[in-house]
């Protein structure tokens, strides 16, 4: 940022003069990639749910359907090979975008984030002596990893947050991690795998939270290697808006989902393994593509000794080399910039809701997370309006009013149950009374837990956000709940959070 002078000084009207041309930058890829957005009168703030699909990169797509020919991957014939080289181009790509090298590193093509979880939850060797480590701060297609631990016996623990910024306990998860998950006198060392090399758990964490924003440090993952346990990075939520440098931190698996990234296109993940923790996992079955050799009399099999024994059937050959386009476009708008475009729109988004006020003074927000930026974190802030009596506006009122104002963003707990409880501070005791009673509807627990609504209200800034966005939303909250004390009749029951 801003050329440093021969003092190694920047000079003030060089910043100003880049921040200048990167919003014109910006407004012009607005107005030439989401022109559709402007024309349809939209104010889209769900960047962490689902990235836009820039206009090029779905036409291009169109193009390259259609003036080639590609068929099923899984032959040698001309149009098998042609989906076959834009695979292994794609791959190629990926490798590249996170400076992983292939030697180290393999790339699994899956639906979607989800999918890659899947893939290592159902293979891991999990047993009565292993760990599943997480933090509370984890989407629901990671907490969904627990299932597969506590059917083989594993513990698992969950990290608390600190408050305010709900960040990982430091001194809780250094614990965590310390612990020996084999008997007294069988555990490995710290900083060795253990007698057999074998490793004794997972831990399981997101690089940015989908709830608050906050980025979790990516050290995490050499500290609890070095205690013997593989890592899974849930890079989902911050790929899209940050540079993730493989050659620098070597998750064992990382998973991610493209519609986040570059919005188009949609059912395509990856998950990012490195081979030697590849290698440890055992699939529960085979299928077509996964093989290299079976009989069905014999019942016997050799699964492919290479990415291809996790994608199971056809992959998406159609949709996959959208991929290898998605990140040369990131690319040429420059990731660097659209981390800082969207950490200047955050800055923006802080600063206005710290402004929001009733008359008398009283908050018209509470942010949830850190509420500043200069800490690490990313584009997505999670809030609750609070009406003239300081009470939280139920969110249902919130998504019926901003949809009337044509904005497109999230309420609830957008999948990630633990930041929740940890923002609105439930204590554990109580989550565990609610959970023992037999609960028929979520209103209920609701009111078990004496909760006022059923999450936050998510607003997540992306490369195709402009200042105005921020804008509208902030002038929607103050035109429509400042002094107000909001109608609650008529709203549909909540069907789920
Ligand atoms: C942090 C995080 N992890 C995982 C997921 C799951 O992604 P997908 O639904 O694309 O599989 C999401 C989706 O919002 C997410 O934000």
């Not at 920047?10 to 930058?25: G, T």
């Not at 259609?66 to 098998?80: E, K, Q, R, V, Y």
């Not at 991610?256 to 996992?281: C, E």
């Not at 009111?447 to 402009?466: D, E, I, M, N």
Request: aromatic share 6%.
């Amino acid at each position: 940022m801003g050329r440093a002078d021969t003092t190694g000084h920047v000079r003030d009207e060089d910043v100003r003069e880049e921040a200048a041309d990167a919003l014109d930058l910006f407004a012009e890829l607005r107005a030439r990639e989401f022109g559709y957005l402007d024309e349809g009168g939209h104010t889209y703030l769900d960047h962490t749910g689902a990235g836009l699909p820039p206009r090029s990169l779905v036409a291009a797509s169109a193009r390259r359907v259609t003036g080639g020919l590609f068929g099923n991957p899984h032959s040698d014939s001309p149009a098998s090979r042609a989906s076959g080289d834009l695979l292994d181009e794609a791959r190629g790509a990926v490798l590249r975008h996170f400076n992983a090298d292939p030697a180290e590193y393999a790339v699994i093509f899956t639906p979607n984030a989800t999918g890659a979880l899947r893939l290592v939850g159902e293979a891991y060797p999990l047993g009565r002596r292993s760990r599943l480590v997480m933090p509370l701060d984890n989407h629901n297609s990671v907490n969904g990893l627990r299932e597969y631990a506590r059917a083989r016996g594993a513990t698992v623990e969950y990290v608390p947050l600190r408050a305010p910024d709900l960040r990982i306990d430091e001194d809780r998860m250094r614990a965590a991690l310390a612990v020996r998950a084999r008997r007294p006198g069988l555990g490995p060392a710290p900083g060795r795998r253990g007698a057999a090399g074998r490793p004794r758990g997972l831990l399981a964490y997101p690089a940015q939270s989908n709830f608050t924003g906050v980025q979790h440090p990516l050290d995490w993952i050499a500290t609890a290697q070095a205690h013997g346990y593989d890592v899974v990075l849930d890079a989902a939520a911050y790929v899209p808006t940050n540079r993730l440098d493989l050659g620098r931190h070597h998750p064992d698996f990382t998973v991610v989902s493209w519609y986040k990234v570059f919005g188009h296109p949609t059912g395509v993940g990856a998950l990012i393994a490195r081979r030697p923790a590849l290698a440890r996992l055992r699939r529960p079955w085979f299928s077509g593509g996964t093989i290299y050799a079976v009989s069905a009399q014999a019942r016997w099999h050799v699964l492919a000794d290479d990415e291809a024994a996790f994608e199971d059937g056809t992959v998406n050959f159609l949709a996959i080399p959208d991929v290898t386009a998605g990140l040369a476009w990131i690319e040429r708008v420059g990731m660097d910039r659209v981390h800082d475009h969207v950490a200047a729109l955050t800055g923006r988004l802080l600063a206005g809701l710290r402004t929001l006020r009733h008359s008398d003074g009283s908050p018209l927000v509470r942010v949830y997370g850190p509420d500043r930026t200069g800490t690490p974190r990313g584009g997505t802030v999670a809030l609750n309006v609070l009406d003239a009596g300081g009470r939280v506006v139920d969110e249902r009122v919130i998504i019926r009013d901003s949809a009337a104002s044509g904005i497109s963003l999230r309420t609830g707990c957008f999948c990630n149950p633990g930041a929740g409880e940890a923002a609105f501070g439930l204590p554990p005791r109580r989550l565990r009374r609610a959970a023992r009673r037999r609960l028929g509807s979520l209103e209920e627990y609701l009111k078990l837990l004496h909760l006022p609504s059923a999450g936050a209200v998510r607003v997540s800034l992306g490369p195709a956000s402009q200042p105005g966005d921020v804008e509208t939303f902030l002038s929607f909250v103050r035109r429509t709940y400042r002094d107000r004390v909001p109608d609650v009749a008529g709203l549909a029951p909540r069907l789920g959070c």
